[in-house]
Structures are given as C-alpha cells and as structure tokens.
C-alpha cells in the first residue's frame, strides 16, 4: 500500500469513527510536524506547542478533508501556517550570538542539512535560520530540510514558483553571509 492509500484509509477510517486511525496518523506525521516546527521557531519548547495546535487542527478539520492535495501537503501547510502565527504573536525579539569558527562554508547546490555534523551546529543554523524574513526561512527550511521542490513548496504556501525561487535564492545568500560573518568574527 502507497503512502497516499495509506493516509486515505487511515482518514476514511477515522471519519467512519475509529479514533485509533487518527492516533496512526499522529504517530506516522508528529516527527515530521515537530522538526518543521522546530526550524521555523527556533526552539524546542514553542514548536511543541506549535505541534499541539496543529494535531487539535488536523483533528477538527480531518473530517472535512477533501483529498485536493496529499495529506502530507495539507498538514505541512497546516504547521507552516500555525508556525507563522505562533512567530507574529510571539513578538519577542531574541538576541542571537554566533561565534563558532568552525562554522561550515557552503556551496550553492550543496544540501545543507548533509554539511551540518554536529548539534552545535545545527543549533547555530536554528538561530541564523532565525535571522531570516519569515517567508525566506520558511522556503529555506522546506527545500534543504525538507527536501521538497519548488512545486511541492507552492502547493504548500500557495505561493508562485518564481517567487519561491527568489525567497530562497536571498535566503541562501544571507545564510551564506552570516555564516561567513562568523568564520570571520
């Protein structure tokens, strides 16, 4: 069975009344739900409670789901969004210092995520990623985390591609320049 079949049994199951479909959801998607989050936030503890919002929202709304996309695609839009709020409404600005040396250059057709070995620094990645306009960050974090391309990344923001490729094309040469910024600090 396909992923798609999968995600449409599961669904027509819970709409039909069987809570444990939804659980398998949950447990099939939350990993995914909270890293996306937890990029686009910044830390731990504001994507958990981005993750609890988006499971009370993919709960109300699974049953009116229409299948238009992939589930995947709908609860990824779903968690972009919630992430954006929960960004607008925490309105505190945070003060990041980077100042390891060893911090990696990158290439332009290089994935970040396979150039990042250490979890200090992807902790220095969380918060340049932090730096970022929120659109840009959020390009940034779906194609080299989440690995989509730019058509999947439109069907997720309902954004056009061009404009998709502009966002990640500043986002990238800004998260180039800080990092030079601070292998030169």
Do not use: C
């Not at 958990?48 to 992939?70: A, H, P, T």
């Amino acid at each position: 069975m396909s992923n798609a079949e999968e995600d449409l049994s599961l669904v027509k199951n819970f709409i039909d009344g069987d809570e444990t479909s939804f659980n398998r959801l949950v447990l099939k998607y939350q990993q995914k739900i909270y890293w996306h989050a937890r990029r686009m936030t910044g830390n731990h503890f504001d994507a958990e409670e981005v993750v609890q919002e988006v499971l009370m929202v993919i709960y109300k709304k699974l049953k009116g789901f229409e299948f238009r996309s992939s589930l995947y695609t709908w609860i990824y839009t779903i968690t972009s969004t919630r992430s954006i709020n929960f960004i607008n409404r925490r309105k505190v600005k945070e003060s990041f210092s980077i100042d390891d040396e060893s911090f990696i250059d990158l290439k332009s057709d290089e994935k970040i995520i396979h150039n990042i070995e250490t979890k200090e620094k992807l902790e220095k990645l969380d918060k340049i990623l932090q730096l970022l306009p929120l659109k840009q960050r959020e390009v940034f974090i779906l194609r080299n985390f989440d690995e989509m391309n730019y058509e999947e990344i439109s069907n997720i923001t309902g954004k056009s591609i061009g404009g998709l490729k502009a966002n990640y094309f500043h986002a990238f040469k800004k998260v180039v320049e800080l990092m030079k910024e601070d292998n030169n600090g």
